[in-house]
């Protein structure tokens, strides 16, 4: 890579990083292994994001269901949509994902043992 | 980020007073997804970063922001009052009312949350061309207003029609391998070949065994 396309790749770096060719070529090589490096873990992060917003959505339904048995009851009803697309119903649409929820603690015997936590009440505020 | 896309639609509608504002400018946002919310809360979602989803803003508040944004932009521009109002009056008419059914279909190994109306990039189709007429079978989920159809795997009989809009390739990646002290540097730039499609229609779900809203109502 010539100079010039070093000095594109070097813009917004903090110092001098951005202008002497010298320590931005250092700066840049240094920017890409990080990027091909976390194009890999970007997946990971996202499936790990996912897995905590389906999680939040099971439990937030009126009978909880934790994110393991909610998976494994889809898994024995055969639906197959992935985690990216779960995590997007339970946040945008509520109700398709409360039927998925029923369906799978439907299917899923060990649903129905859930022990349900009392949900706790803020106190603070009362005088 | 939700503001942004706002902001987007009144510099359109002031700068270029002959544009259209259309529901679907080609104007892509290929990392981040929003969907309209079809439940009776009126929420704004969250933009996200997500891999190969387009981001549209929503129909529903096409004629709001036009609403919303046309005073703040007839202030700002005193000068041309009358193309401000007029600007107005095409935006309120020219949204037209958008189906309100989304579907998740799964196209080259990947799943995504499909709207009719708007364009989608995904892997590159061999042996389509530009313009042809695409029939997508593998549809996982189907959901209206009131019923959603979840299918085991797959929502029988259901299509999910689209357009092939163009075939390209998507932003360069520069892949770098670097080993220090080894002297052993690889510089490969990449493109992946994408197609955009645009989806048009959702058909074929009716008789499948559904759950509807107030079964759901019931249950909890």
């Given at each position: 890579m010539n100079k010039k396309e070093i000095l594109k790749l070097a813009k917004g770096f903090r110092g001098r990083a951005k202008n002497c060719i010298r320590i931005a070529r250092e700066r840049v090589e240094k920017a890409l292994q990080y990027s091909y490096r976390d194009r890999r873990t970007k997946k990971r992060d996202m499936r790990s994001l996912w897995i905590q917003r389906i999680s939040a959505g099971t439990r937030s339904c009126d009978m909880q269901v934790h994110y393991g048995h909610f998976m494994h009851g889809l898994k024995k009803e055969n639906i197959q949509l992935n985690r990216k697309v779960l995590s997007e119903i339970s946040m945008h649409e509520p109700y398709s994902f409360k039927a998925l929820v029923d369906i799978s603690r439907e299917a899923f015997p060990g649903n129905r043992h859930i022990y349900h936590r009392p949900r706790k009440v803020d106190m603070s505020i009362t005088a | 980020m939700a503001?942004?896309?706002?902001?987007?639609?009144?510099?359109?509608?002031?700068?270029?007073?002959?544009c259209k504002i259309s529901p679907t400018?080609?104007?892509?946002?290929?990392?981040?997804?929003?969907?309209?919310?079809?439940?009776?809360?009126?929420?704004?979602?969250?933009?996200?970063?997500?891999?190969?989803?387009?981001?549209?803003?929503?129909?529903?508040?096409?004629?709001?922001?036009?609403?919303?944004d046309a005073p703040a932009v007839a202030e700002s521009e005193p000068e041309s009052p009358p193309a401000a109002t007029q600007i107005v009056e095409v935006a309120k008419e020219e949204a037209p009312k958008r189906e309100e059914i989304f579907a998740v279909v799964m196209v080259?190994?990947?799943?995504?949350?499909?709207?009719?109306?708007?364009f989608l990039y995904v892997q590159r189709l061999k042996g389509t061309n530009v313009n042809d007429k695409i029939a997508l079978n593998k549809v996982l989920l189907v959901g209206?207003?009131?019923?959603?159809?979840?299918?085991?795997?797959?929502?029988?009989?259901?299509?999910?029609?689209?357009?092939?809009?163009?075939?390209?390739?998507?932003?360069?990646?520069?892949?770098?391998?670097?080993?220090?002290?080894?002297?052993?540097?690889?510089?490969?730039?990449?493109?992946?070949?994408?197609?955009?499609?645009?989806?048009?229609?959702?058909?074929?779900?009716?008789?499948y065994p559904a759950v509807t809203l107030d079964s759901i109502a019931k249950s909890s």
């Open positions: - | 503001s942004t896309s706002y902001t987007l639609f009144s510099l359109c509608s002031s700068f270029n007073a002959h400018p080609s104007v892509s946002k290929p990392l981040a997804f929003t969907k309209p919310n079809f439940s009776s809360s009126f929420n704004l979602p969250q933009k996200l970063c997500f891999s190969s989803s387009p981001s549209l803003p929503q129909s529903a508040t096409v004629p709001k922001v036009s609403q919303i080259g190994g990947r799943q995504y949350i499909v709207i009719p109306g708007r209206t207003k009131t019923t959603t159809y979840i299918g085991k795997p797959v929502v029988t009989n259901a299509v999910v029609h689209a357009v092939v809009e163009e075939q390209g390739l998507n932003k360069k990646v520069i892949v770098f391998k670097y080993k220090k002290k080894k002297n052993y540097r690889r510089n490969i730039g990449h493109r992946q070949p994408n197609t955009r499609i645009r989806i048009t229609g959702i058909t074929g779900f009716e008789n």
